[in-house]
């Protein structure tokens, strides 16, 4: 039988791409990772490493490996869950990874809902942007994840995740120059010449953003990139820069700077929680899950 420990570090090294990432995310040296997957070799008999320059791949015998570590690390998961459900209070550490916007509108409210119901349970919560918390689910770093899917820009998403609908979020065009304009497109054009702010490269929000005003017919001069909507909006505010942004900037408060509705193909961003498969039935994740939706509940997005 092959070492289950041996195995779990092959897959995370698929996860994470190479040794050096594997050593840092479980605090061995890249050695004792590399002399653990030469042991697994051994085991198995056939090569699981392949040299690329600098880099290691995983064959094609490793990857079948992988893919049954997977299998049973799932299966494991459910066998938690069932032990879990069989006990009364719920214990141990939750860790949960959310964009900014997410993280300052719902998980406060979340946090006191469950600390209420289950003062027992320990909360860890990391600010991370989608783009990398569904790789980090995968690699084991976060138990639940809030994520974000823009109009016609859907995320990826991997067979090992599953996914639930937690809330709609409203999007809006802000500065203080709109006004008296009705046709959505029209009121896109009318900001055409400003300077805007937008998401960095490469993210989800930022090919939604350019999408649209491309749509509307024109490239914006995008002069700021942040990640952060509190700047977002303080530029929109002051009049320095066009933004487009979700509802949750304002916290379910009334819109501090002049804004306008988008086409409505475009208007409403969906936030999901998505957890590793086999987990969603955990009572520890369906108690928060119903925490986030509770808290989404009170706010007017």
């Known amino acids: 039988m092959f070492d289950l420990h041996r195995l779990r570090l092959l897959r995370e090294l698929k996860h994470r791409g190479t040794l050096a990432a594997v050593a840092a995310a479980l605090s061995y040296s890249p050695s004792t990772i590399s002399q653990q997957l030469s042991l697994l ?46 006990l009364t209070d719920l214990t141990g550490t939750l860790r949960i990874a959310s964009f900014q916007s997410a993280a300052l509108a719902l998980v406060p409210t979340a ?19 989608r783009e990398s918390a569904i790789s980090a689910l995968l690699a084991r770093d976060f138990d639940l994840i809030i994520d974000v899917e823009y109009p016609g820009i859907p995320g990826p998403r991997p067979a090992e995740v599953e996914q639930e609908e937690l809330c709609e979020d409203t999007l809006h065009l802000a500065h203080p120059a709109i006004g008296g304009v009705a046709d959505p497109m029209e009121a896109l054009l009318s900001l055409a010449k400003l300077p805007w702010i937008m998401e960095p490269e490469g993210t989800i929000a930022r090919r939604w953003s350019m999408a649209l005003c491309r749509e509307a017919g024109f490239e914006p001069d995008i002069r700021y990139e942040s990640t952060d909507h509190f700047l977002h909006l303080r530029l929109a505010e002051q009049g320095h820069a066009a933004a487009l942004l979700p509802g949750l900037a304002w916290h379910g408060r009334p819109p501090t700077v002049p804004i306008q509705p988008l086409p409505r193909a475009h208007h409403r961003r969906r936030l999901l929680t998505a957890v590793r498969r086999g987990g969603g039935q955990h009572p520890t994740i369906k108690a928060a899950r119903q925490a986030l939706l509770q808290a989404a509940e009170q706010l007017v997005l």
């Open 111 to 129: 946090l006191n809902l469950l600390h209420a119901a289950h003062p027992l349970l320990r909360v860890h919560l990391t600010q991370m942007e």
């Open 41 to 86: 070799e051994a085991e198995v008999g056939v090569r699981l490493l392949e040299h690329v320059g600098r880099r290691v791949r995983l064959t094609q015998q490793a990857e079948i490996l992988v893919a049954h570590t997977e299998a049973v690390l799932e299966r494991l998961e459910r066998a938690e869950t069932d032990i879990a459900t069989s």
